[in-house]
């Protein structure tokens, strides 16, 4: 079975500056997807960026950039510029390829806190 | 366009009662999920959707859990009856083909007392 792990239950970061949250999962599968999910207080999952598997380049959305490290399975989110509207819970997810593709099995989540 | 819609927003219930969830998904949506999340957790699916066939139920708990989507557009979860576990967020989400990024409503937090 696959699973995602988030070994970081909060990070915080100064407004403008950087920080990273770390994410590794497990699996077999050579086609899949990895997700990064925001999750402010009204509960609203909100996709920030997706990696597919088969692509070696990072993907990058804007202020969000991800370090896809496909051999040790690390899947870690760079938010540069931080704002305070950046605080929420993030979530790290995987989702296999093909038929599969939808159910997504998430992280246990990391709440980043943005001091201005 | 509005988004995926879900109600109610909240709900407090004794146990042993029943409970029902609607969603209504993103119109041309063929794709429905539940999923259930626990406080301080991440959600895990409960049943997946393509238009009106459920084509992952794996995690459903379907002693007393049911859902439908009647005519592959609204969908309706019930819990019946309602135990203390069941107090979570229960959240909706649609895509408009499997592959396409998915959508999610602001859930319903459940609180069975």
């Known amino acids: 079975a696959q699973t995602v792990t988030q070994s970081q239950p909060e990070m915080s970061v100064q407004e403008a500056e950087t920080v990273t949250l770390s994410c590794t999962y497990d699996t077999s599968e050579s086609d899949y997807y990895l997700f990064w999910y925001k999750q402010p207080p009204s509960r609203q999952m909100i996709l920030v960026i997706r990696q597919e598997a088969y692509k070696q380049q990072n993907a990058t959305e804007n202020r969000f950039s991800v370090n896809f490290q496909k051999a040790a399975k690390s899947f870690s989110l760079k938010i540069s510029d931080s704002q305070l509207g950046d605080a929420a819970m993030y979530f790290c997810?995987?989702?296999?390829?093909?038929?599969?593709?939808?159910?997504?099995?998430f992280g246990q989540g990391t709440i980043l806190t943005v001091h201005p | 366009e509005a988004g995926v819609v879900q109600s109610p927003r909240y709900k407090i219930i004794e146990k042993k009662q029943p409970v029902a969830f609607w969603c209504n998904p993103i119109?041309?949506?063929?794709?429905l999920y539940w999923y259930l999340q626990n406080l301080g957790q991440g959600p895990e699916l409960l049943i997946r959707?393509?238009?009106?066939?459920?084509?992952?139920d794996s995690q459903l708990p379907k002693d007393r859990f049911s859902a439908e989507r009647l005519k592959g557009v609204d969908s309706t979860l019930k819990i019946q009856p309602a135990e203390l576990g069941d107090s979570a967020v229960y959240l909706c989400?649609?895509?408009?083909?499997?592959?396409?990024?998915?959508?999610f409503g602001q859930g319903t937090r459940l609180t069975v007392v």
């Open positions: 119109s041309g949506h063929n794709t």
């Open positions: 959707y393509e238009n009106e066939e459920a084509v992952d």
């Open positions: 989400a649609s895509s408009l083909i499997r592959d396409t990024e998915a959508f």
């Open positions: 997810a995987y989702s296999k390829g093909g038929t599969s593709y939808g159910k997504l099995t």
